[in-house]
């Protein structure tokens, strides 16, 4: 009982209570130092998180369910199971377009991954001649912070330039990471032929589109 005792008095209490000027300064130190720590820390309402989230999408015009999953999903399922890094892979097959989305394990390098992923669904050669390219995105949180709106009498196109042309200017500055453009149709190019050109040269549209499908080369510029 007399040794339970002393160590008690020998303990971090009975030091502060035969020592109140030392312990008051500590006091006073910690609350200084957690004041200095508390203004200096970063508050946000929405703070920034990766979701750890690849999504493959595949666009397949006027093909039901059953033929989206039978001829865009399983093949990309089956490409992206084996990966290292891949926790979950789940898809949704709906009409005219499938998804697969592919969950990583913590700790994995998220852009790492979808390199792979890229790598590996390029390597299919099984997709239906109808089915367009597939669309590899990594899933993330952006922050919104203002909404600059163009508008006047003007064309489509005149507008689309001026915004095209606000942004570059605006990403000059450092403190903007990332500017996207909504409300605005994707360029295009539209080829007419004219009907008797069509019976001259005994063609079809679906054979003129064929073959600027066949011939369009999509190459990197670096």
């Known amino acids: ?5 002393h160590s008690l008095e020998r ?3 009975a030091w502060m209570a035969g020592n109140s000027v030392a312990a008051n300064l500590l006091m006073l130190l910690l609350l200084v130092g957690g004041l200095l720590v508390g203004t200096n820390l970063k508050q946000e309402v929405f703070p920034d998180f990766d979701l750890d989230i690849v999504t493959i999408s595949v666009v397949y015009p006027g093909a039901s369910p059953e033929e989206v999953e039978q001829g865009i999903i399983l093949s990309i399922e089956d490409a992206v199971q084996g990966l290292d890094g891949v926790d979950e892979v789940t898809s949704t097959a ?3 377009m499938g998804r697969v989305t592919v969950e990583l394990l913590l700790g ?6 979808a390199r792979d992923i890229e ?4 390597r299919i050669t099984s997709f239906p001649e109808e ?3 597939p669309e590899i995105k990594v899933v993330s949180r952006k922050r919104e912070v203002v909404t600059l709106v163009l508008y006047g009498e003007q064309s489509m ?3 689309h330039n001026l915004a095209e042309s606000l942004r570059d200017f605006l990403l000059q500055d450092k403190g903007i990471t990332q500017i996207e453009l909504s409300g605005v149709r994707e360029l295009e190019i539209s080829i007419e032929v004219a009907q008797e050109q069509l019976r001259r040269y005994d063609l ?3 054979q003129i589109a064929s073959r600027v499908r066949q011939t369009s080369l999509e190459l990197p510029g670096g």
């Open 204 to 206: 079809t549209l679906e």
């Open 131 to 133: 089915a367009e390219e």
């Open 157 to 159: 196109r005149t507008l």
């Open 108 to 113: 994995e390098d998220l852009q790492k991954l």
């Open 11 to 13: 303990g971090p209490v």
């Open 94 to 96: 709906q009409e005219g």
């Open 1 to 5: 009982m007399s040794t339970e005792k």
């Open 119 to 122: 790598s590996e669904v390029d």
